[in-house]
């Protein structure tokens, strides 16, 4: 029966490293949820505390009802996936995937039945007797995501499972994946560094950096809604512009550049004269030949641009050093060597987002 | 694994190794320097100032040194060139060089005597004459025995080192300009030195103290032999436990000054070997060349068998100023395997052996355990108290062990018992002994073993177990121990084989006929007159049967890293 996970104020150290430093998250039941950061930002050693693989210094975690911080492994009841699969050589797929079982005591003749529906659910009941070395690495990964499934676990643990596979594999599992979670009801806790992977499965994600929880929320939320310049980069492309509020009326702030005065929509108060910052999206400059002056019109040079066809990607240069990205579906503008002056560029105020760090 | 195991395994068994190694050794250290109740530096001085102890060791030195450079001359040439070229019947040839390891040494004296002896088969064959080949003093004859015997230890690490350089190393080397024979000496011994050196302290503590060979070979003036004639003194005469002493601590210190000069085990290479060694293949006269070396070797090094196996077969007395014994016959082999002692000593030999492995399997994975997978900070300490026992030499543990089981079997209280000598007493049943001697003294084998397995198998084998529900102890049943059971065989085939052809332990605590080792019973049957040697010679050859069938089985299962099990 997959539970809630609630971690509270869970500190871990190695040595003098503090790798993760006071994180406080509830996850609900039957959340898909996402750890995402760069390298070394604690998101597995977080998947590791909440499996009982290592022991936080400070801090709870609860699963349901229980308290599970201090509790060894093999009786947490939590299925985990990993990176390297970790299927055991020496056994066939269905000896992996039928162990969970036989260590909670179920019998051969009721085991059975429950590891061929697990293989058949990842498609590899034909292979069951096969030896995990003679799989190719996307049949590793199922059998690893069957061996944590078929004891059906309170939640599931995934820890970076599609980083060994190819980029089309990777496609294919990760709607897979949320299929399988989705249909058995199951909390799920999933750490990649891939953001394509959790903007496109999670329900909610959480982005940490240097063993802190920075923001929390649905995949839409953290991308429209940043909360600071590190996650405005980290999820998707941006572009900075530095700037103050000068004035601002109904939700709407006008921000002064080193090129001029910008709209922009705030989703956070701001106090008039704070510094700040305007973070534009590529794909939130749309680009005209001949767009009359108004708000947010700004006369740029187009240069640098990489065509790809259904899409091009241009760079906008604005003058005073400040170059932004911009994205045109069906390109009509092209300038590869040289650089098109006769361009001007709009960003809708809603599309700006208006950042105070 | 949780601290709290790892500190318990930790504790109990550096308890376990301060009784069965500290104990010995300081017994023997307070032997020469604790005399009628004080502390005194007479026994040592006097070791020094003892013409014949000054011999003794100087003797000892000498062959130490002339057995572990003679190794490395004859080891080098066959590592260097079995790493960079390709010939036919390469694979053959390495693994012919490592035949020696198959019997002691001073099994291959006897042999080696019929050959090189003043009326042996060289002279006969060649018409010399009554010519002395060992030279007067025999020295010669024991520093080649003991060549033969041990430099397959220093091929394997050789060869081991030299599978651990990055290719790109000498590619390098060779893209700048460096002919193949100068980048062996710029850039491979520079960077195998690590491991040839471990090796090559191996060699020179075996051969500092090997017992055997000089026994057999008479040659009588080095402290090995000195330290063994003076067993029948050993309760009141302290000379030689300061004799003992100085031998132990010159091993030890040996031990040190490599670990010291080497300390990180092998140079870290920047990257896993990206490419293959480029391996020349050679045909017609080079690959010719290249293998004579290895024939030469291979052919000297098998002599001494040859000579065993011959002197097994020949009628008493026939081999005698001739060339071949004049008669061949089976009878000494019937004869060996009706000896009462022989059967007997099979028997003990094999029963010893067992429980020797039993007790390195189990102590020898929880080390590996707390070593390879615990975060304790004192698990090098565990590491390196496991590995020292190479670095003592058997005649010392045994001297130890002989001046503990003298001291028991003294002890107030329980000594009247009639059970209590049986136990203790090696004078009256040596099994408990022995038994510990052999588990000490092999176990850096097994610890080897175990660790190099656990290496080689990801954490994450045993976190996906206990993640499904396994504790710990079903883990390591269920995953852990069968994925790393090629190397636990492998490591208790080695123990054991060395355990069943270990000499000094065996020569010094032995001493009731009832309980002797195979080693024991070849050197008692040696001494008998007539028949004697002809018999000991057919136990030999048993005994050589025996062990190649497990080192071909280990070399089997541990493929090329037979070599790190002969790393100090």
Not at chain 1, 129 to 146: H, M, T
Not at chain 2, 40 to 58: D, K, Q
Not at chain 2, 90 to 110: C, E, Q, W, Y
Not at chain 2, 159 to 168: F, Q, Y
Request: hydrophobic share 50%; charged share 15%; net charge neutral.
């Amino acid at each position: 029966m997959s539970v809630p996970i609630t971690i509270e104020n869970l500190t871990k150290r190695f040595g003098e490293k503090t790798v993760l430093n006071g994180i406080t998250v509830q996850i609900e039941a039957g959340e898909l949820f996402f750890l995402l950061g760069p390298s070394g930002c604690g998101k597995t050693t977080l998947l590791r505390a909440v499996a009982g693989l290592n022991e936080p210094e400070e801090g709870r975690i609860w699963a349901g009802k229980r308290d599970v911080t201090h509790l060894p492994p093999h009786q947490r009841d939590m299925g985990m996936v990993f990176q390297s699969y970790a299927l055991w050589p020496h056994m066939t797929l269905r000896e992996n995937v039928a162990f969970g079982l036989e260590m909670r005591g179920i019998r051969k003749p009721d085991a059975d039945p429950r590891v061929m529906r697990a293989l058949e659910m990842v498609k590899l009941a034909d292979r069951a007797k096969s030896k995990p070395n003679e799989l190719s690495g996307g049949q590793q990964q199922r059998v690893a995501l069957a061996r944590a499934l078929v004891i059906e676990p309170q939640c599931l643990l995934l820890d970076e499972p599609l980083s060994n596979l190819d980029a089309k594999l990777r496609l294919e599992m990760r709607t897979e994946i949320r299929r399988i979670c989705k249909e058995a009801g199951l909390t799920a806790i999933y750490v990649t560094h891939d953001q394509k992977e959790a903007l496109s499965i999670a329900d909610r994600l959480a982005i940490l950096d240097q063993g802190r929880l920075l923001q929390v929320g649905s995949p839409q939320e953290v991308y429209t809604q940043p909360a600071s310049r590190f996650i405005a980069q980290f999820i998707g492309e941006t572009t900075f512009v530095e700037g103050h509020v000068k004035a601002q009326r109904n939700g709407v702030a006008d921000i002064e550049t080193a090129v001029g005065v910008w709209s922009a929509a705030t989703q956070v108060p701001v106090a008039d004269g704070e510094p700040v910052w305007l973070s534009v999206r590529p794909e939130a400059v749309r680009l005209h030949t001949d767009k009359p002056d108004g708000a947010n019109v700004f006369r740029a040079q187009l240069h640098g641009t990489i065509y790809l066809g259904e899409v091009a990607q241009h760079a906008v240069d604005l003058g005073h050093d400040i170059t932004l990205k911009a994205l045109e579906m069906r390109p009509k503008l092209v300038a590869r060597d040289g650089a098109r002056a006769d361009t001007r560029l709009y960003v809708a105020p809603e599309d700006i987002q208006v950042l105070k760090e | 694994m949780r601290r709290s195991t790892a500190w318990l395994v930790f504790c109990a068994v550096t308890a376990l190794l301060s009784v069965l190694f500290i104990w010995p050794l300081s017994k023997v250290v307070a032997g020469g320097f604790w005399v009628d109740g004080h502390f005194t530096l007479r026994y040592l001085f006097g070791v020094f100032e003892n013409p014949i102890y000054i011999e003794g060791l100087f003797n000892s030195l000498k062959i130490a040194l002339g057995t572990t450079g003679l190794a490395m001359v004859v080891a080098l040439p066959l590592a260097w060139i079995a790493n960079q070229f390709d010939f036919r019947g390469k694979t053959a040839f390495s693994a012919l060089v490592l035949v020696p390891m198959i019997l002691p040494p001073f099994v291959g004296a006897i042999g080696f005597q019929q050959m090189f002896g003043t009326y042996g088969m060289v002279n006969e064959l060649f018409g010399l004459g009554a010519r002395d080949w060992l030279g007067g003093g025999q020295y010669l004859g024991v520093v080649l025995l003991q060549t033969l015997a041990l430099y397959p230890i220093l091929y394997l690490n050789a060869v081991a080192a030299l599978a651990n350089i990055d290719p790109a190393m000498d590619e390098a080397a060779a893209n700048l300009g460096c002919t193949r024979i100068r980048r062996f000496f710029r850039i491979t011994l520079p960077l195998m030195m690590p491991g040839l050196f471990a090796g090559g302290t191996l060699i020179f503590i075996w051969s500092f103290t090997e017992l055997g060979t000089p026994l057999i070979m008479n040659y009588t003036r080095c402290a090995s032999v000195q330290v063994y004639d003076s067993l029948k003194e050993i309760g009141t005469n302290p000379f030689p436990y300061a004799l003992v002493s100085v031998m132990l601590a010159s091993s030890v210190g040996l031990y040190a000054i490599s670990k010291w000069l080497f300390g990180g085990q092998t140079y870290a290479m920047q990257s896993k070997a990206s490419t293959q060694t480029a391996v020349r293949s050679l045909s017609g006269w080079r690959a010719l060349l290249a293998a004579l070396p290895f024939a030469l070797v291979t052919g000297l090094a098998l002599l001494p068998h040859l000579g065993v196996v011959l002197t097994s077969f020949a009628t008493p007395g026939s081999w005698y100023q001739n060339v071949l014994p004049s008669s061949f016959t089976g009878g000494n082999y019937i004869e060996a395997l009706g000896h009462d002692m022989t059967i007997s000593s099979i028997r003990n030999s094999l029963l010893f052996s067992s429980l020797a492995v039993g007790f390195d399997i189990v102590v020898g994975i929880a080390i590996a355990f707390v070593v390879v997978r615990s975060t304790i900070r004192v698990r090098g300490v565990l590491d390196a108290l496991s590995m020292i026992p190479l670095a003592v030499p058997g005649l010392v543990m045994a001297f130890g062990f002989l001046a503990v089981s003298s001291w028991l079997s003294n002890l107030k209280g329980v000594s009247n018992m009639d059970w209590w000598p049986q136990v203790v007493d090696v004078r009256t049943n040596p099994t408990l002994f022995l038994v510990l001697a052999y588990s000490v003294r092999r176990l850096p084998y097994m610890v080897r073993s175990a660790v190099a397995g656990l290496q080689q198998t990801s954490v994450t084998f045993e976190e996906a177990a206990w993640n499904l529900g396994a504790s710990p102890a079903h883990t390591l049943r269920r995953i852990t121990l069968p994925l790393i059971l090629a190397n636990l065989i492998a490591g208790t085939l080695l123990t054991f084989a060395f355990s069943m052809l270990e000499v000094s332990d065996s020569l010094m605590l032995a001493q009731q006929a009832d309980y002797m080792p195979i080693t024991k019973a070849i050197f008692e049957l040696f001494q008998l007159l007539g028949t004697g040697k002809h018999v000991a010679a057919a136990l030999g050859v048993w005994a050589m049967a025996f062990l190649t069938a497990t080192l071909v089985g280990s070399s089997l299962l541990l493929g090329k890293k037979l070599g790190a099990v002969f790393r100090v």
